[in-house]
């Protein structure tokens, strides 16, 4: 066999195996689109006709939109606080002038190490004691200790390319510190904290471990009401928020994909 067809053969295979698995990664998620448009009550194929029902009861007033207004209102609050905070470690950490900062570094980024379970458990003997157990402020603050990670790493890996001199030409030219971050440090970096805050917000959404420790009836989000109706009773009202969640994953996905492209065109026309 010449080296022609080998080469034909391995390509062949080569896209042969990124289609299974593509097919392998995706059917699952793709498979309960079709079931939420269902016309019956039970998760079977084939489906008996065509409906928006499952739509019409989710989107309407009652326990589903409830769950997705705490969902939001928790996402968008840890979400602005986890990008302050980890935006500010990064620009710590990027000074290279912090003492202990492998260890401070470790310390940020260990609740993405540390299991939810774990976390979830300290948290609600931590939140009991000062009173912060089955409150929108507590579940908050917990997002927060589970965002602020995403948010460290990305603005740490934008800072790689962030010329620190330019702070200090800034100020040399008169311009306080908070003046300088805003004006010089906050347009270069932000394509970074953008997407760090895309990262912390769609962590919160989707968080559900910690929330069954730290919310309450009054409390619940979208993934503890969609776990509670697994539990309950399986309709595909359940499939047809997953539907939504998958439709707004794939929005942030292309979202901080384009972030990424616009941050790599700035790097590349001022390089």
Not at 125 to 135: D, K, N
Not at 160 to 165: A, I, K, S, W, Y
Not at 210 to 218: D, T
Request: charged share 5%.
């Amino acid at each position: 066999m010449s080296h022609l067809h080998l080469c034909l053969i391995g390509k062949s295979l080569h896209y042969v195996f990124g289609a299974v698995m593509i097919v392998f990664l995706l059917a699952p998620l793709i498979a309960v689109v079709p079931l939420s448009f269902s016309a019956g009550s039970f998760l079977s194929y084939p489906i008996p006709g065509f409906s928006t029902q499952w739509y019409q009861n989710v989107f309407t007033a009652g326990p589903w939109m409830d769950a997705l207004r705490n969902s939001l209102i928790v996402g968008v609050a840890s979400t602005m606080l986890s990008t302050v905070i980890g935006t500010l470690a990064a620009l710590a950490f990027a000074r290279r002038n912090l003492p202990a900062a492998r260890t401070l570094l470790a310390f940020m980024i260990s609740p993405m190490i540390v299991p939810s379970v774990i976390s979830g458990l300290g948290m609600y003997f931590l939140f009991g004691q000062i009173g912060l157990a089955s409150t929108l402020l507590g579940l908050v603050l917990a997002h927060t200790v589970l965002a602020t990670p995403f948010v460290l790493i990305t603005v740490t890996a934008t800072l790689q390319g962030f010329d620190m001199n330019l702070l200090r030409a800034a100020a040399s030219l008169g311009a306080s510190p908070l003046r300088a971050f805003f004006n010089v440090a906050i347009p270069l970096i932000a394509p970074g904290m953008i997407s760090g805050a895309l990262f912390a917000f769609m962590t919160s959404f989707d968080e559900i471990v910690v929330a069954l420790f730290i919310s309450g009836p009054g409390q619940r989000t979208l993934p503890r009401q969609m776990f509670d109706g697994i539990r309950d009773s399986i309709n595909p009202s359940i499939l047809a928020m997953s539907s939504f969640l998958l439709l707004m994953a794939v929005g942030v996905l292309l979202l901080a994909a384009w972030m990424a492209r616009q941050s790599n065109r700035h790097r590349t026309s001022n390089g």
